[in-house]
């Protein structure tokens, strides 16, 4: 018997066809399409490069050099403002990469010396959001670093919004982008080319016709991987949500309480769990858990059942509205929101599957 492990499948067509359209969509600005969310899958990259990207960007070496290795013939955008211990391969492996510290830059700097190659950055500035970059009216020491480290050339300059503060993009913070890098040329003395707004959240303004000329690159990821916008918390509706499903088995299924009888306590990651008290339910427990997937961000395609909870191991599933048909051994499937995906494509108990 063939032992069925939680999958994740993919449907590569539509990933491809997110790609072609958010790259028309972005008529004018070049779109860097982000493989980190699959782990740059090969058949993700692929299909972000018949879609037309015009780069690959992820914010792990490891990927990055896997992408090298592919030879898809696009430039390597990395996206995590590089360790110092890793710039002898950023600087062999990337073509670019975010910096925000002029340690980095001196260091990108003597790694090119030794290759006898040349490197770009895009210089992160922080307009609020608070994760990385440069904060606003401080770049006079990355413009001093970059001028004396003639292997280094700045492509641009580049924000980030939504990944930890939950900051929005605005016409008007992309304009002080705009104002900073425009500052930038005149220190340097020579003009940027990149001036890189932002991620799938910035998609909304692109929407709305409020994306400031200047404005010509964005890293997409999230929006062509899932179709969707965690940040504004929305379905993107010119796009596909098709793109990819768990699949897991049905390892228990019985009638049980839906409060726990006796005494409790703290549950296995230190949490106090809440119960509703619906009587006698029917529930089934599916062979995938925690360790495997950020359950809160999965959404049944069966819409009568309902996620429960879960340990490392197991998800606890209410499915006695879930219509019959179900049975130990049978798999129940999910969609993914982008945490969710991001922890199962990283998951080495989870397989994945093309189609």
Known sequence: MTV?????????KAVEENAARVVQKCAGIFVSGVTKGMCALPEIASALVSGGCAELADSRMKNIAALRRMGTGLPLLLLRIPMLSELPLVAAEADCTLVSETEAVRGLQRECDFLGNTHEVIVMTDLGDLREGIWMGQMEEMARALAQSPRIRCRGVGVNFGCYGGTLPTASKLEQLISIGTELERELGYPLETFSGGA????????????????????????????????????????????MRLEAEIVELKRKPSVPVGPTGADAFGNIPEFRDRGERLRAIAAVGRQDVRIEGLTPENSGIIILGGSSDHMILDVEEAGGGLAVGSTVAFFPDYGAMLALATSPYVSLEVV
């Open 4 to 12: 069925q492990a939680p999958r994740l499948v993919v449907d590569i």
């Open 200 to 243: 799938t959240s910035s998609l909304l303004l692109l929407e709305q016709n409020a994306v400031p000329k200047r404005i010509n690159n964005l890293r997409i990821g999230e929006a062509i991987l899932l179709g969707s916008d965690a940040t504004s918390m929305r379905a993107i509706p010119w796009l596909r949500r098709d793109t």
